[in-house]
């Protein structure tokens, strides 16, 4: 046994080393400075298993372990001493654990927030900034009230010193970051679930800009998203204009879903969950409930798909209590429920439903021919509406509004493994890799936002 700790001290050490380095040598120019992000799930004791042939051991029964693991994680992230730090899987039901995390994280220089999942469950989140790098202009927090008791962090912050490249009394230099662990898809009917908890975080997120009549800031999403590049989340986010850091950083497409992993799950499978997602202020970006309603029939043609129905047959499904050749609003709503889109608490509300059919009965006639069908629910060819459009907002004196924007400049998963789609048997730190990404501020027009 203690060899087997020796080994993996070893490798970690290894690896921390390895990234460190990577990570420094990307902001290591003092002529164009970056900031640095990091997110981790950093495995709750109360679920990490501490035995293999009885799942009912935890790592929480044995304080030592529980309490070197959290250390070594803070050592890794206080050697690597990102500008912003993001943690799920936060034991927030711990006094000594949280203690010691707010302990070493404010010795280092760091404000941090910790948020406890909604029903006691034990776990949460924790964000945390260097108060060298950024000033705190509010915090809030996003409670779901859902069947998985998720919650999300929204932090508003403004650079203390500006970047050389953004100096100027017309640059806005603030960013909005948020930090989730989005629900475990333990089956298909949770889809739509994951799908709600990102709908609200961007809902929210728009409502906060509107409130506050902020113009567009860069936006950094960080977490454990508990879906892959393949997932109807990720579709959703892009269709808003996120990228993946990540993937941009190593310029991997859509489709290099295979490239990387960053979680090895209580199955034993692996797989890429955890994104640090960027929004640039000049992004156009789809109307936010356009992209929700084209993501939710995104996931009911997969639906009808993995039923092994052809188009004829999911048109006759759908419109299987009508004796005639369209598809009527209850008809539509029978093969929703037949699908598990709804009928149950965490399915679509009736009124989601409603703007559904609003959106699928074009012609508004209150019934869907088999044209109507093709067009917007088997092979839809959706509007490129926009909420945002690079309008020249101007100023009392003509001059265009300015902000700060990212580009990205490097991006390194730990262990190095992740990086090449394997997961290292000798890791314990977590069950998840840790992502850290290095964005470089650039000055860009402001975008303003549209009601």
């Not at 489709?255 to 992993?261: F, R």
């Not at 799950?265 to 789809?286: A, E, M, Q, T």
């Not at 429920?337 to 399915?347: A, P």
């Amino acid at each position: 046994m203690r060899k087997e700790r020796r080994r993996s001290s070893k490798m970690e050490g290894r690896v921390s080393r390895i990234g460190s380095y990577a990570i420094s040598s990307s902001v290591g120019d003092r002529q164009h400075p970056c900031i640095t992000c990091t997110t981790f799930n950093i495995l709750a004791p109360i679920y990490k298993r501490s035995n293999r042939q009885d799942p009912s051991c935890r790592e929480s029964d044995c304080r030592a372990n529980w309490l070197a693991r959290n250390h070594r994680i803070l050592d890794w992230l206080l050697n690597e001493r990102s500008s912003i730090i993001c943690l799920q899987e936060f034991w927030v039901g711990n006094e000594e654990l949280v203690n010691m995390y707010e302990k070493r994280l404010g010795d280092a220089g760091y404000i941090s927030y910790k948020l406890a999942r909604t029903n006691n469950r034990g776990d949460g989140l924790l964000i945390a900034v260097r108060k060298d790098y950024f000033r705190v202009i509010k915090y809030k927090e996003l409670l779901f009230y859902d069947c998985g008791d998720r919650v999300a962090q929204l932090l508003h912050v403004e650079l203390v010193a500006p970047f050389p490249e953004c100096r100027g009394n017309d640059v806005r230099q603030e960013i909005l970051i948020v930090n989730t662990h989005l629900l475990f898809p333990h089956n298909s009917s949770l889809c739509i679930v994951r799908l709600h908890q990102v709908y609200k975080i961007l809902q929210s997120v728009e409502s906060y800009q509107k409130e506050n009549n902020l113009n567009s800031l860069p936006i950094i999403l960080c977490g454990d998203w508990n879906g892959s590049k393949r997932g109807h989340v990720y579709k959703f986010l892009r269709s808003q204009g996120f990228v993946s850091s990540y993937d941009t950083a190593h310029q991997y497409t859509d489709a290099d879903a295979h490239k990387w992993v960053s979680h090895r799950n209580h199955r034993g499978n692996i797989c890429g969950v955890d994104f640090i997602w960027l929004l640039n202020p000049n992004s156009y970006r789809k109307l936010l409930k356009t992209s929700w309603i084209e993501t939710v029939f995104g996931i009911f043609k997969c639906l009808l798909r993995e039923a092994s129905l052809t188009e004829n047959g999911a048109f006759a499904i759908l419109n299987a209590d009508n004796a005639g050749d369209c598809i009527t609003y209850l008809g539509f709503c029978k093969a929703l429920k037949q699908f598990k889109l709804t009928g149950h608490s965490h399915g679509l509300s009736a009124e989601e439903t409603k703007d559904l059919w609003v959106q699928v009965d074009i012609d508004g006639d209150g019934v869907v021919n088999f044209e109507e069908f093709k067009q917007q629910i088997w092979n839809p060819s959706w509007s490129e509406q926009r909420t945002e459009e690079k309008s020249k907002f101007q100023d009392g004196k003509g001059c265009q509004k300015q902000t700060i924007g990212f580009s990205v400049k490097n991006a390194v998963l730990f262990p190095p493994e992740v990086e090449k789609g394997r997961w290292p048997e000798n890791y314990s730190l977590s069950d998840h890799a840790r992502l850290t990404v290095v964005f470089s501020p650039i000055k860009m027009p402001c975008s303003q936002l549209i009601s």
